[in-house]
């Protein structure tokens, strides 16, 4: 079956620090390919996507590039505020000809120190 | 555009009742998805639905968890015999075709004691 894999939290990063955050993924075919973020007390909200191979989704200086060679979506930004300490999950679902079932990774914790 | 809402936002029951959550998807909305999330962990699908008609419940954890959306708009799910193991998070999330981008609510707390 599907799977996301993300990298253990918490990562604790000083503002304007660069972010990577690392997700691998098991699917057949091509899925579309997400990130949603929880901020404290409130529920997940889409930030980016990317719904073929060698896409590039961005957002708020948050950005992931679909590769399908090495089934990753890892995402990056290039200068983190506080403001982004939040949990950060990948999520891929299928668009069409199998399972319609998201499946999400198990989240990764960002703290951004001032 | 009102967005997701749902309803407890907690809930505290005892062992062995029942307890029912409800979801309002955005309007128009077609697809409407229920999870559940605990702590430390994604959110772990349970059902979905398309309009009135639940297209998978394979997911839900047992017999014991059922799920409704009578008329394509808003869903219930339904807990019977809560057990401690039950304690969680519960998501419900909407999406709008051709779209699978899916907008959530801010979840309802279940503790069961």
């Known amino acids: 079956g599907d799977s996301v894999t993300q990298m253990e939290g918490p990562v604790t990063l000083s503002e304007e620090a660069f972010l990577t955050i690392n997700c691998t993924y098991t699917a057949t075919g091509y899925p579309s390919l997400f990130w949603y973020v929880q901020y404290p007390g409130e529920g997940l909200q889409l930030l980016l996507k990317?719904?073929?191979?060698?896409d590039k989704g961005s957002n708020k200086g948050f950005e992931a590039t679909y590769r399908k060679e090495t089934t990753s979506f890892h995402l990056e930004k290039g200068s983190v505020q506080v403001s982004d300490s939040a949990v950060y999950f990948c999520a891929l679902q299928h668009a069409s000809g199998g399972s319609y079932i998201p499946t999400f990774g198990r989240g990764t914790s960002l703290i951004v120190h001032p | 555009d009102t967005g997701v809402s749902q309803d407890p936002r907690h809930k505290i029951t005892k062992r062995g009742q029942n307890v029912t959550f409800r979801c309002d998807p955005i309007s128009e909305h077609n697809r409407l998805y229920w999870y559940r999330q605990t702590l430390g962990q994604g959110p772990e699908f349970l059902t979905y639905?398309?309009?009135?008609?639940?297209?998978?419940k394979s997911r839900l954890l047992s017999d014991r968890f059922s799920a409704e959306r009578p008329k394509g708009s808003f869903s219930t799910l339904e807990i019977q015999r809560t057990e401690q193991g039950d304690s969680a998070m519960y998501l419900c999330?909407?999406?709008?075709?051709?779209?699978?981008?899916?907008?959530f609510g801010p979840g309802t707390r279940l503790t069961v004691t």
């Open positions: 999330a909407s999406s709008r075709l051709p779209t699978y981008e899916q907008y």
């Open positions: 639905f398309q309009n009135e008609a639940q297209l998978e």
């Open positions: 990317a719904t073929k191979a060698d």
